[in-house]
């Protein structure tokens, strides 16, 4: 016959569920303070619910009057625009970085830390710090004046047409040196030999980037577009903080608009039918992303 296992005893019993218990409270107030309060939001964009919320459930009528409003269409469009070149921007500068940095340049390890600064900043005080300099009354345009130059201006911040770029060249400056540093490992993991074989072959340095390095950092691409465009839908503080919103709506972002109708319009169904849009539109960006990650691990 044989040999029964014996039985586990009470230690490696104790061993075994100690990290489940020490990991079930958080485990439990993600469930019940996101995912929860996620549901509930949900719900609440189904009702007729204005400065408290209502339970009585009204179908579309609140995503109806949603993409009625002119405002909402306004923060999309500048959402779009935000986004468009919030995306491209890092991801252009983040990859420009990481190549200058991968040359083996002195000071290297002085630079990381410089163009990774900005990221440990919070986008509170970013777009307080970026308002500042903007501003025409004690900004650069003042700086410029006092130092002779009558004739220059830069009140991108106060005008309709340009405001939206103040808040694009403020969330640049933040995030480029994040997307730097994702792309620098990309490059970094690449085979020296790949590249030495390529060089050996006639390779100029621009096919050797151009047919080779970049099409490996797909990965970090792909990684730096979620993270991007993540953080684009959901900008909220850095708008707050740089311009308010205006002027007028000019930097009316829908994250902007979800607090205004929530929580000062008291509209709260349409509050949460423009967060349930929000959150369709980052999981729309996510779940093909996850779902590629998941099938190459398989």
Known sequence: MPARTPAPDLRSRLQAWIPKLVLSPTIAMMLAFVYGFILYTVYLSFTNSRMLPKYDLIGLE?????WGL???????????????????????????????????????????????YP?????IVTGTAWKWFMDP????????????????????????????YTIVIAAVWQTSGFVMAMFLAGLRGIDNEILKAAQIDGASNWNLYRRIVIPMLRPAFLSAFVILSHLAVKSYDLVIALTGGGPGRATELPATFMYSYTFTRNQMGVGAASAVIMLMTIAAIMTPYLYAELKEKR
Not at 62 to 66: E, F, G, I, M, S
Not at 119 to 123: E, K, P, Q, T
């Open 70 to 116: 002119s405002a909402w269409w306004t923060a999309v469009g500048n959402l779009a625009v935000f986004a468009l070149l919030y995306i491209s921007l890092c991801i252009a500068i983040g990859l420009a970085l990481a190549i200058f940095l991968d040359q083996k340049i002195r000071g290297e390890g002085l630079l990381r830390p410089i163009y990774l």
């Open 62 to 66: 609140n995503y109806q009057k949603l």
């Open 137 to 164: 009354g004690i900004g650069l345009e003042n700086t410029m004046h006092l130092w002779g130059w009558e004739s220059f201006e830069f009140g991108w911040i106060k005008d309709r047409d340009m405001a939206i």
């Open 119 to 123: 990221m440990a900043l919070s986008f």
